[in-house]
């Protein structure tokens, strides 16, 4: 066996000579090899000196290239909206809580009156139980099925 000193850590280390021909043979470890390479690897790249993180980030504020304020279509045509860290809440939903200036309660139904979900103009929204929601889509069912026939 052969003996060297470790380039990173100095420390005395045996290997076969084998060793030595198909490897460096530079490091006793694969920890001081990594050690070694991230501090070549800092030296090297100036920008690890910089903080960017909070308000030194170039970014702080700004919004990603694809943001819309009014919100992302979901697959049922209803648009979410972000409020506040990390809340979402349907627009016409949020559009009616600001009106009233309360919360929604959770069985109360925010309903387009011209069945249009994408016409959230505050005039075409209204409040109403679950009850009267699904009875005023059993009618407009019932209305499309005779028109058809």
């Known amino acids: 066996m052969i003996g060297k000193n470790c380039e990173f850590c100095e420390k005395e280390f045996f290997k ?14 694969r920890k001081c090899n990594l050690k070694n390479n991230s501090i070549l690897w800092k030296e090297k790249n100036p920008i ?4 960017n993180s909070g308000m030194n980030n170039p970014m702080w504020g700004k919004r990603g ?6 919100g992302r279509p979901r697959k049922d045509g209803y648009f979410r909206v972000s409020v ?6 349907l627009r016409h939903r949020l559009l009616m809580e600001r009106k009233l200036g309360r919360t929604l309660l959770p069985h109360e139904i925010v309903h387009h009156k011209d069945g249009n979900n994408k016409n959230n103009i505050i005039d075409n929204l209204e409040i109403i139980t679950q009850s ?17 026939r």
């Open 16 to 29: 076969y000579p084998s060793y030595f021909k198909k490897r460096a043979g530079r490091f006793c470890s």
């Open 48 to 51: 690890l000196g910089i903080d």
């Open 65 to 70: 290239f694809n943001f819309n304020p009014d």
């Open 84 to 89: 506040g860290h990390g809340k979402r809440l």
């Open 132 to 148: 009267q929601h699904i009875e005023k889509h059993r009618e407009q069912l019932l209305l499309a099925r005779n028109i058809r």
